[in-house]
């Protein structure tokens, strides 16, 4: 990550195709070790093609990843059900309403308050 940071500054820096010198330079400045294995790599994937275009697609690609949690499978589930999107946002209010009255009960155990 820290070698794909060093070529975005650079790049935000101005300098629209990063040298492997120029990435170095970055990591050299914050102290940070420059790896030439994963400096080559990386330039050799981005070589010839736009930043804007390679981080759009790589956003297309992140949109098809699941966050994990509940959320993500009743997402999915609404669409593959069809009409039934209505059925499930009532599901979603008790789940609300449950974890607001847990955090008053744990308010509760405690007995005492951080800020008195």
Do not use: C
């Amino acid at each position: 990550m820290k070698v794909i940071a060093a070529y975005l500054l650079a790049v935000l820096g101005g300098n629209t195709s990063p040298s492997s010198d120029d990435i170095k330079d970055i990591l050299g400045s914050v102290g940070a070790e420059a790896d030439d294995d994963r400096i080559d790599l990386l330039l050799s994937e981005v070589k010839g093609k736009d930043i804007t275009e390679l981080i759009a697609a790589g956003r297309e690609k992140l949109a098809s990843v699941p966050a994990g949690g509940g959320g993500g499978v009743a997402v999915s589930a609404a669409p593959a059900a069809g009409g039934g999107g209505g059925a499930a946002a009532p599901a979603d209010e008790p789940k609300k309403e449950e974890k607001v009255e847990e955090k008053e009960e744990s308010d509760d155990d405690m007995g005492f308050s951080l800020f008195d």
